[in-house]
């Protein structure tokens, strides 16, 4: 009787066992050069997919006239919409987590895309971006554009350095003239655009080298590692972020474009990277890191009630909206979180 019993919880136990989910393995972000040449068709054929596919953006939101066209247009749009809460805040790192983790998910789940976002590591680039494999023209996204002179009445000065500003002339997206169809800016109209850059490696090299991510990585805590990330909107004072995207977009290209930066498919590649930072930052004092969140909650507004884990995240149409604390662990799973992403290998303070 009782081998009966044993047989029965046996059996019993091995049914839970077959019942219960195996839990999600984190996919693993890997860096552009690293991965081989089909992986890397297969990334660019994906973003070309989503390029391609309807948006679903409901009718009358945007407004009439509106330029959300694609599926990328929604991230666009969406973000466009969300600049001025989302840049200068303690929530920055947290929404462009959420955000390049959305667009990995469409990537994965609208357009068949099997493998994880892939990352740019500028350090190892940073003495010549334009050297950098992301820009290659056969495996990569394509170089800079033709010159374009400043503009003398422009309110902004031009970005120190900078190489070009026109259509990109190689690549997979050269000679597609309505690729962006929103911006410059903050604008929604409909306005068919090239892709374009306006390298600036001299400006690139100050900001995303070794020396300035160690800077940013050895900040005691998050209110500090934020504001080092993301510097000052002067060039004399840019971090990581800035250097980035005014390396790459200089003055005329969609990347130096505060609003309209995500029409440039190197946008996903750079904040994958910036995300990349910030988990290399949290991972060395985990779990304490986990819940270190703080800084304002409306743009360079100090006195705006502080950022909590509580603080909502949008996507928009794109996403299930959620909160910082939702997404401060990339590995969760679902787990205390909902990303589920690792990376193959993590900065370390030297």
Known sequence: MVGGIKS??????????????????????????TLTSSEKAEYINAVKCILSKPALTPEGSPPAGHGVISRYDNLVY???????????????????????????KMLRNECGYTGAQPYWDWTLDAADITASPVFDPVTGFGGNGPW?????????????????GGCVVDGPFAGISDMIHLGPGD?????????????????????LGMNQTQLTLSQPDFGWF???????????????????????????????????????????????????L??????????????????PSIIMDPTSPNVTLAWPLSMGVSAPATTVGDVMKIDACGTGGSM?????????LL
Not at 151 to 164: C, E, F, K, L
Not at 278 to 295: K, T, V
Not at 340 to 348: H, P
């Open 278 to 295: 910030w988990w290399s930052w949290q991972s060395l004092n985990l779990p304490a890191r986990l819940s270190d969140i703080s800084g």
């Open 340 to 348: 589920c992403y690792t990376y193959d290998s993590l900065y370390t």
């Open 187 to 207: 604008s929604l109209a409909y306005n068919p655009q090239c892709l374009k850059r306006d390298l600036a490696p001299a400006f690139a090299s100050m900001y």
């Open 148 to 164: 374009v002179p400043n503009d003398p009445t422009a309110w902004m000065p031009p970005v120190p350095g900078r190489t070009g």
């Open 78 to 104: 969406t973000h466009i919409q969300q600049t001025m809460s989302v840049h200068y805040v303690g929530h920055f790192l947290a929404w462009h987590r959420l955000f390049t983790a959305t667009y990995e």
């Open 226 to 276: 934020n504001a080092v990330v993301e510097g000052s909107p002067s060039f004399d004072a840019s971090g990581v972020h800035g250097g980035g995207h005014f390396g790459v977009g200089g003055t005329f290209g969609q990347m130096g474009d505060l609003n309209t930066s995500p029409a440039d498919p190197i946008f996903h590649l750079h904040h994958a990277n910036l995300d990349r």
């Open 8 to 33: 029965i919880l046996l059996c019993a136990s091995a049914a839970i066992a077959a019942c219960t989910p195996t839990p999600p393995t984190p996919i693993v972000r890997k860096e552009w050069r």
